[in-house]
């Protein structure tokens, strides 16, 4: 079985740019998480999806950050424009059921500069 | 508000010594609660959950309500158990993590 893919892996840019996220989970899952996890700290949760619909965006900085999951499979993240805060590593993460054992993917690091 | 305390953020410890790694948490209702591990290049992955009452690689948790902690332990270290360890806690709601522990095995 497939787990869950994530791209890119790296991405380095300037502050005020604009950086996507793509996600791929198991086939079938219909949760999808998006998490943030700065260097030291455990992953923050920013979005979790569940089909196409969200369910919970509430920590979602919604003036730079968007997500959306159109189709109820692939994902994307966007960050515009990035701020140096910003720099971490993106998690995506899939379950079937709505439970807290979750699938992760590799993870997309964000260097901000 | 949910929250989870991993007050370690590194723990060395001897190959045979015994580990503890711990978690206290902070929630209002029933919670589940969970362990994660990320070895060195790999993703993030469940070790353990307290539902299941199950020993993994040797791993036991045990839920203490009264002092709302979910402590992570072992026996005798294994050199392959480094890796970064992470308690996390779900309420019908997305799973909220610690901010991990390093656990480094000393040969």
């Known amino acids: 079985e497939a787990g869950v893919a994530q791209s890119p892996r790296y991405k380095i840019i300037e502050k005020r740019q604009s950086v996507a996220f793509w996600c791929n989970p198991i086939s079938g899952h219909a949760t999808l998480y998006w998490y943030q996890q700065i260097l030291g700290q455990g992953p923050k949760l920013l979005i979790q999806?569940?089909?196409?619909?969200?369910?919970?965006d509430s920590q979602l900085p919604k003036d730079r950050f968007s997500a959306e999951r159109l189709k109820g499979v692939d994902s994307t993240l966007k960050i515009q424009p990035a701020k140096l805060e910003d720099s971490a590593v993106y998690l995506c993460?899939?379950?079937?059921?709505?439970?807290?054992?979750?699938?992760f993917g590799e993870g997309s690091r964000l260097t901000v500069l | 508000a949910q929250r989870v305390t991993q007050p370690e953020k590194l723990l060395s410890v001897f190959k045979g010594a015994p580990v503890e790694l711990k978690c206290n948490y902070s929630?209002?209702?029933?919670?589940?609660l969970f362990w994660y591990v990320q070895y060195s290049r790999q993703r993030l992955q469940l070790l353990l959950r307290h539902i299941s009452r199950e020993s993994i690689k040797g791993f036991t948790a045990d839920l203490n309500k009264g002092e709302t902690s979910f402590h992570l332990k072992k026996p005798f270290a294994q050199e392959e158990d480094s890796a970064m360890y992470y308690c996390?806690?779900?309420?019908?709601?997305?799973?909220?993590f610690g901010k991990g522990t390093r656990l480094s095995v000393i040969a």
């Open positions: 999806f569940q089909n196409n619909g969200v369910v919970d």
């Open positions: 993460a899939s379950n079937l059921l709505n439970t807290g054992e979750l699938f």
């Open positions: 996390a806690l779900t309420g019908n709601t997305p799973l909220v």
């Open positions: 929630y209002s209702g029933s919670p589940e």
